[in-house]
């Protein structure tokens, strides 16, 4: 087997999705650098393969990165994989990928499961561009912050989540995005317990409140881009209100709840808002 760092999808969930390149890979390279080697024992004993494992993680020093460095220049072969899924992705693996690079050694990827990409295949939303942005601040007011940066993206966004904290992170999306923004929500992908619901916000928001078992497992969190409408006249009276949310609020911020109050696209709001603060 060449001497390379390869990178190994793992199963998210339902351990029959790991490809036979995979297995192959991981039984045959000298080493395997696991995010977590005690959660990645249960795969390896499950495909019979005894491989010797070392953790490698965002905490690992610059002298274990180096150590796998050596290991490879003496022409070993190392296989990275991380607790479910594709390495790399919202995890920092691209540190040790961008010194082997840098050593003039190769990297060499194995395709496999991404929940995210499995996520958005069923989503219902569209698919032709799409932002993945992994998970989003824990405290609300950061959290919003996110979510109004992200506001005027036209394509489908991506999220993941920790499930004590969906309703919350959903509360907020229905703030800034109005309560009919379509979202899909992703759960427990692969396993028993999979969910794939898509629903505007307001009522994915009520569903997740109510029902506890939806606020459990694993989480992709999809927003649809902002439905496409002919351009509306802004009446005066939401202009009103415009202007007097907008002496206390972030413009954004203003235009997505005028928007939500009189119905009135927060795009046209936002920059009728623009245009005045230019005047």
């Known amino acids: ?51 010797p494992m070392v953790a490698h993680h965002e905490h690992s020093t610059a002298g274990a990165l180096s150590k796998l460095l050596d290991r490879l220049r003496q022409g070993e072969s190392v296989a990275l994989i991380s ?92 703030a800034i995005f109005g309560s009919e923004r379509e979202v899909t929500l992703a759960r427990e992908l692969t396993k028993s317990f999979e969910t794939i619901r898509r629903l505007p916000l307001e009522k994915m928001w009520s569903w997740v409140t109510d029902d506890v078992n939806q606020q459990r497992g694993e989480l992709v969190l999809l927003l649809g881009p902002p439905a496409k409408q002919s351009a509306t006249t802004v009446t005066e009276a939401a202009l009103r209100i415009l202007r007097l949310l907008s002496e206390e609020l972030p413009p954004r911020k203003a235009s997505a709840l005028t928007a939500e109050i009189t119905g009135a696209r927060a795009r046209d709001l936002y920059n009728l808002l623009m245009l005045e603060k230019r005047e």
């Open 1 to 51: 087997m060449e001497a390379a760092l390869y990178i190994v999808p793992t199963p998210i969930g339902n351990l029959s999705d790991i490809s036979q390149r995979a297995i192959d890979v991981l039984r045959q390279a000298t080493l395997i650098a696991a995010e977590d080697t005690r959660h990645s024992q249960v795969l390896l004993s499950h495909l019979g393969i005894s491989t």
């Open 83 to 174: 607790d479910a899924g594709t390495p790399l992705v919202s995890d920092p693996g691209y540190r040790l990928v961008r010194e082997v690079q840098d050593a003039g050694l190769p990297v060499v990827p194995i395709p496999g499961p991404c929940s995210l990409i499995t996520a958005l295949c069923a989503s219902g939303l569209p698919t032709n561009r799409f932002y993945f942005e992994g998970f989003l601040p824990a405290k609300s007011v950061q959290r919003r912050r996110r979510l109004e940066a992200l506001a005027e993206q036209e394509v489908t966004l991506i999220f993941l989540e920790a499930p004590h904290r969906v309703a919350e992170t959903l509360q907020d999306m229905l």
